[in-house]
């Protein structure tokens, strides 16, 4: 836990009771800093008051006498209508933050690697801890992946914490500054939170300021409003601005293709062989860990060394069983179209899961994969309207449940690859779980729990 009592003196309000911010709750009654928590949900508030913590309803707050507002992420604060609390706090001039903010206070003497992005994020970030920790370096790892911030430990000088960070953390910073600003990526997503694309842009933009002379700015520049994003960085005098770029060679940056990587001065590395990384967006990852771990003046052959020791994240194309030379891949983390085609550009000969809660656009976006699906199976509240847009371009089956899908996936590619042929069955919904499952975290367990459970099934990863 992070000692906030640099703080003392200070008065907080925290509004939302889920991870971060019981976190935050944790933390400053440690440090006897007075605070009140409020949730929307009553059943959170009494577990919240039940295990200690002191509930009062903030519409009776006196604001003057508040330092801050500490939000949890996922409450909107502006738009598409801030939260009466919000509100509250930000008529009375008051700071509307989150516990990435109180940790930066706090750890003042350590170091930040911030990563961002629409996709990649958790993977990159879990990369990079992953290399600095089997380098022999101090390094804490979380933000919106894994722990809270104020759940990591403390760093003296010199030791680097590793945040994903999303369009909502980035929104809510008043002094955070990363040393190493990692940006991945942008495609058009949370438009309910921040209006449109240029808002949403602006808000992940948050991650580059504050940085100064000597801090470094890598950029993955494949795509417009990123491209946009690194020439504005590049014109900010003494940050070291290095390009990310597919495919071709870019000048003072880092390129990747097929698993190779090239660096600046012309260094490559062929990790094209490491099965938790594959296709080209995660070597678009790899490369900004490799841009980021250079930085930090990680040696080559540690970082290399990294790469290929990495045990991969779950529910991201995680490997979870093999029957035959059939594999068996739980990707439930790709809710949306775009993070399904990742997966899909990554294989051929698929057996391809998907539905749930569909995203603006269903599948139609992924039409240009087609070509390697060998049959669908679709499930979830999402059935008619992907097989209207899957209608006489792949084959589909209506299969309602995910246990049905998987059964049916299984005895399909069992049959078709009797003859030698190697395939993947891939749970890669392009849809949010919550119309059967609590969340893409319970959808995914379960899929690697009845994949394993397939006669003859070799269990492939982490034994989770």
């Known amino acids: 836990m992070i000692d906030l009592g640099i703080l003392k003196g200070s008065s907080f309000v925290v509004l939302g009771l889920a991870r971060s911010g019981l976190a935050t709750m944790r933390a400053l009654q440690a440090a006897g800093i007075d605070c009140i928590a409020w949730d929307d949900s009553e059943a959170s508030r009494a577990a919240a008051a039940a295990s200690g913590l002191p509930v009062a309803d903030p519409s009776a707050v006196d604001w003057s006498r ?4 500490v939000i949890s992420p996922g409450i909107p604060s502006t738009f598409p209508e801030p939260h009466p609390v919000a509100a509250a706090a930000r008529a009375a001039g008051r700071p509307i933050i989150c516990d990435v903010e109180l940790l930066a206070r706090a750890q003042a003497g350590a170091r930040f690697v911030a990563i961002t ?42 030791g ?29 997503d949370h438009i309910d939170r921040h209006g449109d694309l240029t808002g949403y842009v602006a808000a992940k933009r948050n991650i580059f300021a504050r940085q100064v002379p000597g801090d470094c700015a890598i950029v ?10 690194f020439e504005q960085v590049e014109r900010r005098a003494g940050i070291a601005a290095i390009p990310v770029k597919l495919e071709t060679p870019v000048a003072g940056g880092v390129s990747y293709r097929a698993g190779l ?14 099965p938790t990384l594959p296709g080209d967006h995660n070597a678009q990852n790899a490369a ?10 990680v040696p080559r052959e540690l970082i290399v060394s990294g790469l290929r020791s990495y045990p991969g994240l779950p529910h991201r194309q995680e490997q979870v069983a093999a029957v035959g030379t059939v594999v068996y891949v739980n990707d439930s983390k790709a809710t949306n179209a775009d993070a399904t085609a990742r997966a899909l550009s990554s294989y051929r000969d698929i057996y391809w899961i998907l539905g749930g809660q569909a995203k603006e656009g269903g599948v139609a976006p992924l039409a240009p994969w087609f070509d390697r699906i060998r049959h669908a199976f679709l499930i979830g509240e999402a059935t008619e309207l992907f097989a209207g847009q899957l ?3 792949i084959s589909f089956s209506r299969c309602g449940d995910l246990q049905s899908a998987l059964d049916a996936a299984h005895a399909l590619a069992q049959s078709e690859a009797a003859g030698g042929g190697s395939a993947v069955v891939l749970l890669s919904p392009a849809c949010a779980s919550w119309d059967q499952w609590k969340s893409y975290e319970h959808r995914g367990d379960a899929f690697r729990s009845m994949a394993r459970a397939l006669p003859g099934a070799q269990i492939l990863g982490r034994a989770a």
Do not use: M
């Open 66 to 69: 508040i330092t801050a507002l």
């Open 117 to 158: 992005g629409t996709n990649g994020k958790s993977t990159t970030t879990a990369l990079i801890g992953h290399i600095l920790a089997a380098a022999g370096l101090r390094c804490e790892v979380g933000g919106n992946i894994g722990r809270g911030a104020l759940d990591l430990a403390p760093l003296s000088g010199g």
């Open 160 to 188: 680097l914490y590793v945040l994903e960070l999303s369009s909502y953390q980035l929104e809510l910073l008043e002094t955070f500054r990363a040393h190493v600003a990692i940006w991945l990526n942008i495609t058009p």
């Open 220 to 229: 993955g520049v494949d795509d417009e409003p990123s491209r946009d994003t």
């Open 261 to 274: 990587l090239v660096d600046a001065d012309g260094y490559s590395v062929d990790f094209s062989d490491v």
């Open 288 to 297: 900004c860990a490799w841009a980021a771990c250079r930085w930090l003046d």
């Open 391 to 393: 209608a006489g371009r």
